[in-house]
């Protein structure tokens, strides 16, 4: 069964830097394209980037291109979100997504809820 | 890059109604466009992709069509379990894979 984990709700302030995480289970990681999906609150899905865990070969959204560092560990089959200095309005939950061979996303994460306040 | 336009932005509708949700597209792909039904406080899943291929388990009901710049996703009898919120999505490669923003279906 192809499972993607994320990791817990995060509170932190502003300016400080925070890591996700989304471990995958159940399929050969390396060689699908995971995705990272951004909801505001009450709002709607935000496409931000996606890994190809294999050579780590990296798309960005240009919305997002700069204010995120997308990156993967194939080792441990697991993929992350960053960033260096985080803002009240980064505050989201952030899906992992996996995407079938080039083609739609079947596999969500549960969501990471991120809050940014002082 | 291609950005979707998606509508109505909400639509109110009674349980056994037939309804359309249209997702329009500023440029031409090859029906690389996904649909995904949303309920509160759950993740996104998948109905429809390659434009009109239904997911394994989505009820019958639930149908999308079309190509180029336009596509639809069509529900034939609302149940009461539909009442959600519904995001297109093209994932042709080349290109960000944009959602659309978004059809609250409501319950009238």
């Known amino acids: 069964e192809v499972q993607l984990v994320q990791s817990g709700a995060e509170v932190k302030k502003p300016g400080e830097s925070l890591k996700i995480s989304c471990k995958g289970s159940?399929?050969?990681?390396?060689?699908?394209?995971i995705g990272w999906v951004r909801q505001m609150p009450g709002k709607g899905l935000e496409w931000m980037g996606i890994?190809?865990?294999?050579?780590?070969?990296?798309r960005y959204s240009p919305s997002f291109q700069g204010q995120v560092t997308i990156s993967a560990d194939k080792s441990i089959t697991t993929a992350y979100l960053q960033w260096s200095s985080l803002k009240p309005s980064d505050t989201a939950i952030y899906y992992c997504?996996?995407?079938?061979?080039?083609?739609?996303?079947?596999?969500w994460g549960q969501g990471t809820l991120v809050t940014v306040s002082s | 890059d291609i950005q979707m336009t998606q509508s109505p932005s909400t639509l109110s509708a009674s349980v056994g109604d037939r309804v359309t949700i249209t997702c329009r597209a500023s440029?031409?792909?090859?029906?690389?466009l996904a649909w995904y039904q949303q309920k509160p406080g759950r993740a996104p899943k998948l109905l429809i992709y390659?434009?009109?291929v239904l997911e394994s388990g989505v009820p019958s009901r639930f149908s999308g069509s079309g190509s180029g710049t336009e596509f639809t996703l069509s529900i034939s009898s609302l149940q009461p379990d539909d009442f959600a919120t519904y995001y297109c999505q093209h994932y042709s490669s080349n290109s960000p894979h944009t959602f659309g923003q978004g059809t609250k279906l409501e319950i009238k």
């Open positions: 890994i190809y865990p294999d050579d780590s070969d990296i």
């Open positions: 390659k434009g009109s």
């Open positions: 159940g399929y050969n990681f390396p060689y699908y394209w």
């Open positions: 997504v996996r995407q079938e061979g080039g083609n739609c996303y079947r596999h």
């Open positions: 440029q031409s792909f090859n029906s690389w």
